[in-house]
């Protein structure tokens, strides 16, 4: 258990443990810390294809001290809290009650000293705000109580996660390798991949084929940032388990055109159960 002190309507960020020792007994001793509290996540998609203009971004709010500004941070890859990985971006002045913060594909290079060039397809970035107050104090995950991150209440935004995708321009059919099966293992395998049956959707021909009675499997783009959806559908039976079904789960599935890849993460069930959720990757 965490203590979580609320002062004048707003959270004093006072990092307490559950141990007697620790806690304050003198109210003055409090701090009103701050952070920031996300609005609208409004684009997490790095557009490969125009990666020095394209733009990420989040809508957020202050809470807390008043704020002079923020400063973005950023890591190639998924969350890392070790601050000496970060690499600065930008500061953001705080002028009004709501805000964004943005990062171009050309900001986000530069401050990781990489050419634009290798920004790529299902690449992620996670970016680190770190909120400043009027009066000087800085406060980001490395000193700000674990459970603002961790609580919905909060919806607190220390730090938030872009893809690089591209759109998808129709280019997916023939004859592709399975480079990762995590279900079946049919690592190495092939399939075949043909266009429709609608606009934007393409068909996997029995990707698994290790089961009986194969069926096919149907994967719905998203045209403009080749974000993928495969609805759920009977894709084959085991011995003991009929009518297996598959449907993509997550928010990191996607069909990338330029680099000729399907990336999707399958939950796979039965009238039986539910078996979990398995990560399938297709190249050409």
């Given at each position: 258990?965490?203590?979580?002190?609320?002062?004048?309507?707003?959270?004093?960020?006072?990092?307490?443990?559950?141990?007697?020792?620790?806690?304050?007994?003198?109210?003055?001793?409090?701090?009103?810390?701050?952070?920031?509290?996300?609005?609208?996540?409004?684009?997490?998609?790095?557009?490969?294809?125009?990666?020095?203009?394209?733009?990420?971004?989040?809508?957020?709010?202050?809470?807390?001290?008043?704020?002079?500004?923020?400063?973005?941070?950023?890591?190639?890859?998924?969350?890392?809290?070790?601050?000496?990985?970060?690499?600065?971006?930008?500061?953001?002045?705080?002028?009004?009650?709501?805000?964004?913060?943005?990062?171009?594909?050309?900001?986000?290079?530069?401050?990781?000293?990489i050419p634009?060039?290798?920004?790529?397809?299902?690449?992620?970035?996670?970016?680190?705000?770190?909120?400043?107050?009027?009066?000087?104090?800085?406060?980001?995950?490395?000193?700000?109580?674990?459970?603002?991150?961790?609580?919905?209440?909060?919806?607190?935004?220390?730090?938030?996660?872009?893809?690089?995708?591209?759109?998808?321009?129709?280019?997916?059919?023939?004859?592709?390798?399975?480079?990762?099966?995590?279900?079946?293992?049919?690592?190495?395998?092939?399939?075949?991949?043909?266009?429709?049956?609608?606009?934007?959707?393409?068909?996997?021909?029995?990707?698994?084929?290790?089961?009986?009675?194969?069926?096919?499997?149907?994967?719905?783009?998203?045209?403009?940032?080749?974000?993928?959806?495969?609805?759920?559908?009977?894709?084959?039976?085991?011995?003991?388990?009929?009518?297996?079904?598959?449907?993509?789960?997550?928010?990191?599935?996607?069909?990338?055109?330029?680099?000729?890849?399907?990336?999707?993460?399958?939950?796979?069930?039965?009238?039986?159960?539910?078996?979990?959720?398995?990560?399938?990757v297709i190249?050409?």
């Open positions: 258990m965490r203590k979580i002190i609320v002062l004048s309507g707003i959270v004093s960020l006072v990092f307490l443990s559950c141990r007697k020792e620790d806690l304050i007994s003198d109210v003055s001793q409090y701090t009103i810390g701050s952070y920031l509290g996300l609005v609208e996540a409004e684009n997490l998609l790095l557009d490969a294809s125009d990666a020095a203009a394209s733009t990420v971004s989040v809508v957020v709010r202050p809470v807390g001290s008043a704020l002079q500004k923020v400063i973005i941070y950023a890591v190639a890859g998924g969350p890392d809290p070790d601050e000496s990985n970060w690499k600065q971006v930008k500061e953001v002045p705080v002028t009004d009650s709501v805000f964004t913060l943005a990062v171009t594909g050309a900001e986000l290079a530069t401050a990781l000293d634009i060039s290798e920004i790529q397809p299902g690449t992620q970035y996670t970016f680190y705000n770190q909120t400043v107050t009027t009066d000087g104090r800085v406060y980001d995950i490395s000193n700000t109580e674990d459970d603002i991150e961790g609580q919905p209440a909060f919806n607190s935004v220390f730090n938030w996660t872009a893809t690089v995708v591209c759109p998808y321009t129709n280019n997916m059919t023939g004859e592709f390798t399975i480079a990762l099966d995590e279900w079946d293992g049919n690592n190495g395998g092939t399939v075949e991949i043909v266009a429709g049956p609608g606009a934007n959707e393409i068909t996997l021909i029995t990707p698994f084929p290790f089961s009986a009675n194969a069926k096919n499997v149907i994967i719905q783009i998203d045209p403009v940032t080749g974000t993928a959806t495969v609805p759920k559908q009977i894709y084959g039976d085991y011995p003991g388990f009929p009518d297996l079904s598959v449907q993509s789960v997550g928010n990191s599935n996607f069909v990338f055109s330029c680099t000729e890849t399907i990336d999707i993460t399958l939950n796979h069930t039965s009238p039986a159960g539910n078996f979990g959720n398995y990560r399938l190249e050409r």
